[in-house]
């Protein structure tokens, strides 16, 4: 990954050189050289990682020598072979993914990244007509942040590229920052930062003339495979699944694959190992693990019967407390919210100790595997009541008959003949939390900032015909991956790691946005589609594991020893006036009791969550934006 950055004039002023320079001293990021490349009205910056064999000899960025066209590319297509065939051989097969991307714009226009399948930011510069076109790739993993001004349109990678780069005033969006603290993030553009916006996945950014447009160009392939049997599901998505790991571990480097123990990244682990023993895939898969020995949420049992099965011995990484000082130096030095404790930061330091750049993740079966009940509308739409009946039954046997109908109205028929459940059905995202602001914040503030507003305006940025498909979308569509995500892979960049999800290949995506969901969620049993397609691939330890390891406590310790560093009562949102301090002391103290107790009961009701948002907040004011 590593990242790119541009700079755009808009009033034709003699490109200064300088800046580049600028943006390039203050990201320390691109282990194999910075990139630069410039005109008379506009600049680029490419941070350099060759994740890649055909990257590793590329010249980033690259103007074309027919078109005098300039592209800065981050990222990896997929589909190779598919595209130097549209090409029809004007382009070498060894060429770079960026040659082949600049390449079909000249030919096909804006429309060019419809047909990529991949993951990518890019933006392409046209002097001829003074045009500058970017671009995201549909599920968003490749951050693309931009601002603009009277003088200049600029985006970059990563936040310090903007800030410090070009040194732009600092000034807070508290409408963002209120997503953020009340647990349900939706904005899909903006940032903390006042004036830098995000360009959405799988949309695009024109400037031309001094204008600024964005579209919403991905429309997922959609096909109906609710008439096919569940062998056909089987073996369609065991096809995909094969073709999206044998992309991600396309190389420049040794592969690594994350093994936790759960069902999605067990079967990248397990799957992968077949196919580099079938000769498949050139290169093996090492798999590294992270276990907590003595803790509830330790995975050992299932991460050891994968290795067992296997006969393979994965690089297990011992976990480690959470480094409060390195958290506020990673604000200052990235200007990102600190790092939830998670596995990716011990694993992505051991990998690049040992000069491995690629990790694979299970992340995307949870989204596009667990299943939901949102395809019973459609089941009553089309008139198939029998098999609505039999999913009812399915549930779980302690429910009564009478329960398990009472089931099938209220989630099948009442979205169809009820207007106010048929709006719910419609706008999934608004309907699963409403319109009232969390106790925690201040009521006032909430207002101010328009929060109800906000999640009001939340919107998909396509529809569909079928419920399953509209509640299916929300995956490409949601706002908190970014805040999730973005600071994890700003980590893994500073390890020289490029992290690749192959449960996230956009043609998993497209065969998930039209098949069956009887076969997603059988009964309760969730992914059971995956648990089908990864028979006699996986341990069954594995396969027929119910449930997930419950992470809270880790995150609760560092909680704890920020909060012995500074009250509740003394974090900035609170003095801010943003947050009820009582209100969220009530809830640290109910968690703090659960752990402290056998925790053999229920996690308390309250919103644990909001707790870390509150503290990583606090020090992201103190330490990134310098309150």
Known sequence: MAGLAGVLFLDRRPFPGEILGRIAASSAVGPDGVGMWSDSQTGFVRFRNATTPEAVHETQPFQDPKTGDCIVFDGRLDNRTELLERLRGSVPPSAPDCEIAIALNARFGDAFVSMLTGDYALAIWRASARRLFCARSPLGWRPFLWTL?????????????????????????????????????????????????????????????????????????????????????????????????????????DVAAQLSGGLDSTSVVCRGVELYRAGRIARPMRAVSVRFPGEAHDESQWSSAAEEHLGIAADVVPDRPYDLDAARQWCRDTLHLPLRPNVMMPVCERLEAQGVRVLLTGEGGDDWMAGSRAHWPDLVRHGRWLQLYREAIALRSGRSLKTRIRQAIGNGVLP???????????????????????????????????????????????????????????????????????????????????????????????????????????????????????????????????????????????????????????????????????????????????WAGDRKTPMPQSHFGAIWFAAAMDMWLEHAFGV
Not at 150 to 163: C, T, V, Y
Not at 222 to 239: C, K, L, P
């Open 416 to 594: 169809v003949i009820s207007a106010s459940r048929r709006l719910q059905a419609r706008w999934p995202q608004f309907a699963a939390f409403g319109a009232t602001p969390p106790r925690w914040l201040r009521p006032e503030w909430a207002a101010r900032i328009g929060l109800a507003e906000r999640w009001r305006d939340d919107r998909p940025t396509a529809d569909f015909d079928a419920y399953a498909s509209r509640f299916r979308y929300q995956v490409y569509d949601t706002g908190r991956r970014h805040v999730n995500w973005d600071n994890v892979l700003a980590h893994a960049d500073r390890c020289n790691v490029e992290i690749r999800h192959p449960f996230h290949d956009l043609r998993i995506s497209h065969f998930a946005m039209g098949a069956d969901g009887q076969y997603f969620l059988r009964g309760d049993e969730t992914k059971h589609l995956l648990r089908l397609a990864m028979r006699g691939t996986l341990p069954e330890k594995v396969r027929t594991r119910q449930g997930k390891a419950n992470f809270t406590p880790v995150i609760l310790r560092a909680l704890q020893q920020r909060l012995r560093e500074r009250d509740i009562g003394e974090l900035l949102p609170v003095q801010m006036g943003w947050i009820d301090g009582d209100r969220l002391r009530v809830m640290y103290q109910e968690h703090a009791a659960w």
């Open 149 to 253: 001004n009277d003088s200049f349109f600029a985006f970059a990678s990563q936040p310090r590229a903007l800030i410090a780069g070009l040194g732009l005033k600092r000034a807070l969006n508290e409408g963002a920052i209120g997503e953020y603290l009340s647990s349900r993030f939706v904005s899909l553009t903006d940032t903390f930062w006042k004036g830098i916006q995000r360009l959405p996945g799988g949309s695009s950014l024109v400037v031309e003339d001094g204008r600024l447009q964005t579209r919403h160009w991905h429309t997922p392939r959609i096909v109906d495979w609710t008439h096919r049997s569940e062998a056909d599901h089987v073996e369609e998505f065991r096809g995909l699944f094969d073709q999206a790991l044998e992309a991600s571990v396309r190389a420049s480097t």
